[in-house]
């Protein structure tokens, strides 16, 4: 029989053994990385290469960053979701999964987010964003366009047009204009107008000028369609049929002379068939002191 005191120093042995053991899983943190192996089905690992990674001191414990402790899925119960799952085979709700990235995501260009017109419509942030990759496409000036594009069809085909932004090409990206996570402007413009936009490039449009063009200092988009258009320099109608559309009689008139037009004289060559830029070049204004029509 074994005696009474070795039974005991037996069991003081186990336990002790047993929170050593305890002490040392709280230690390591989450379990996320026994199960979600480099090799698993749904590669997760990338995420290490990249900023979120190295959130909490990087490792499995970088995951509760953004799904939470998550305990009950965890080493007693992996059937049970995360608390923050962006799927695919658990799905948080909108407010859960939108409010893991905005716990750090609050300032800056995400600072207008809540009331903007994509989280109006029940956007969240991973339909357009991927944590999980060494580089973000969203966040690629060649890539970032293909995630706009995918729900603003009438701007893709527009920028299939003979004359657009090379976007494209990838010089220039939707988010040189816009900022997808908010604005206090119209179409969530980074500028506090259009103009202003516009002119963060087109420096050389910007006035004061000695002869202003009036639609000029008013709103870009009164002649040009920034996102493409079949007529040249993003115009939104061909010449002379633009500027016809607010100079219906002024100087040169809209019609030939003669049968069927005015009463008297010749058609005017310098109209019919024509384009008023081809005299009236400096159309969006003029610093030269004989410039009043825009001519020079």
Not at 111 to 137: F, I, K, V, Y
């Amino acid at each position: 029989m074994v005696p009474m005191n070795t039974r005991w120093i037996r069991a003081v042995v186990v336990a002790c053994s047993t929170l050593l053991a305890v002490l040392a899983w709280a230690d390591e943190g989450p379990g996320c990385l026994d199960c979600h192996t480099a090799d698993a089905d749904i590669p997760v690992h990338d995420v290490f290469s990249s900023v979120h990674g190295n959130l909490l001191g990087g490792g499995a414990a970088a995951c509760t960053a953004c799904h939470g402790a998550s305990e009950a899925h965890d080493r007693r119960g992996r059937r049970n979701p995360p608390d923050v799952s962006f799927g695919p085979t658990w799905l948080s709700d909108l407010e859960a999964r939108n409010g893991a990235c905005q716990d750090c995501h609050t300032a800056d260009k995400q600072l207008l987010w809540l009331g903007s017109e994509h989280e109006q419509e029940n956007l969240a942030c991973a339909d357009c964003h991927t944590s999980h990759t060494r580089h973000d496409p969203a966040m690629s000036t060649e890539l970032a366009g293909d995630q706009c594009l995918t729900c603003h069809s009438r701007q893709r085909a527009q920028m299939k047009l003979p004359s657009r932004h090379p976007i494209a090409e990838g010089k220039t990206a939707c988010t040189d204009c816009h900022n997808p996570h908010g604005s206090a402007t119209e179409a969530d413009l980074h500028q506090v107008t259009l103009n202003e936009n516009c002119y963060s490039c087109h420096q050389e449009m910007r006035g004061p000028l000695l002869w202003e063009h009036e639609p000029v200092t008013e709103d870009c988009s009164t002649c040009h369609n920034p996102h493409g258009s079949v007529n040249d320099r993003l115009l939104t109608s061909r010449g002379p049929a633009l500027c016809q559309q607010c100079h219906s009689a002024a100087f040169h008139p809209s019609l030939p002379y003669g049968a069927e037009g005015l009463p008297g004289g010749g058609s005017n060559r310098n109209l019919v068939g024509k384009n008023c830029l081809n005299c009236h070049s400096q159309v969006h204004g003029s610093n030269h002191p004989s410039g009043a029509r825009l001519t020079r």
